[in-house]
């Protein structure tokens, strides 16, 4: 099944600890994908949804959440590769 980059965020910040990123992906669900740090080390959490609405106010919450650089839209690019070949840590809509 493949993935598709729907949108993506990037905090403008480089650094391994201040450096976050947020995907809109969209597969046969919508998945937000969300982390902190470098591609290397960084923490990535994932949340799935049905519908493009639900996926867009998890994003809102994450862009608007306190964190430190100015969000910018990226345009294109594959979907993140996870620290190790691990799975990401799933949470579920609610």
């Not at 450096?19 to 969209?26: H, P």
């Not at 982390?35 to 799935?48: F, H, I, N, S, Y």
């Not at 994003?59 to 345009?75: I, P, S």
């Amino acid at each position: 099944m493949s993935e598709e980059v729907a949108q993506r965020w990037w905090n403008g910040l480089w650094g391994r600890l201040s450096r976050r990123d947020v995907w809109l992906i969209r597969q046969t669900r919508w998945k937000v994908v969300a982390r902190a740090g470098d591609t290397e080390t960084g923490k990535m959490l994932l949340w799935t949804y049905d519908s493009r609405d639900e996926a867009d106010t998890m994003v809102d919450r994450l862009l608007n959440a306190d964190a430190a650089g100015q969000w910018r839209e990226l345009q294109g690019g594959l979907p993140p590769r996870q620290a190790g070949g691990g799975d990401m840590p799933r949470r579920r809509a609610r």
